[in-house]
């Protein structure tokens, strides 16, 4: 594990704290403490994962401001079969690394639109359990590390490729 990250978003720092605020001396707060509309500047960036590990893990929010970038709504879909059978490896490892062990984790994903612009986000993923303990969900925030211009709204087809670009850091409080 690593030192715990400095969040350059805002936005991801308060939502980090409002997670740990939950916590009441446990690992990682019950879900059923989390209510996305706590945080309501924040559900345009937000996803809500359920693992269902090995070999699923269903997106059951997905941010309106994600779902514009992107260009459709991957809400209902299964995370894992969103990459190429290559990369969908490292994203199990992740997703398990934060279910097996409840580490809040971070990363920063260079995107490149179809028109060929790169940004980056920092993304950063908090473990949500249930009442037996085990974690049921994954809360997702995304932004963007600077302002996108307006013409690069959609990343089309890019998943596959941020995912390669990826830099991530686990940490444990």
């Known amino acids: 594990m690593l030192q715990q990250p400095v969040l350059e978003r805002q936005e991801n720092r308060e ?6 605020s939950l916590r009441r001396g446990s690992e990682s707060p019950r879900r059923s403490s989390f209510s996305p509309m706590d945080l309501p500047r924040h ?8 693992p269902q590990l090995p070999a699923r893990a269903d997106i059951r929010i997905f941010g309106t401001e994600l779902v514009h970038r992107l260009g459709y ?19 199990l490892e992740f997703l398990s690394l934060v ?18 612009h790169k940004f980056m986000t920092e993304n950063i993923w908090l473990p949500l359990v249930s009442e037996d303990g ?35 850091s686990y940490y444990k409080f």
């Open 15 to 20: 939502i980090l704290a409002h997670w740990d």
């Open 73 to 91: 709504d991957l809400t209902g879909q299964n995370m894992v079969e969103l990459y190429k059978s290559d990369r969908n490896s490292m994203v």
């Open 43 to 50: 559900l345009p960036h937000m996803i809500m994962l359920e």
């Open 134 to 168: 085990k974690v049921s969900r994954i809360l997702g925030s995304l932004w963007e590390l600077a302002p996108i211009d307006d013409d690069l709204v959609s990343l089309g087809e890019s998943l596959d490729e941020a995912e390669k670009l990826s830099e991530r």
């Open 99 to 116: 279910v097996a062990k409840q580490v809040v984790t971070v990363a920063y994903t260079t995107w490149t639109t179809p028109a060929g």
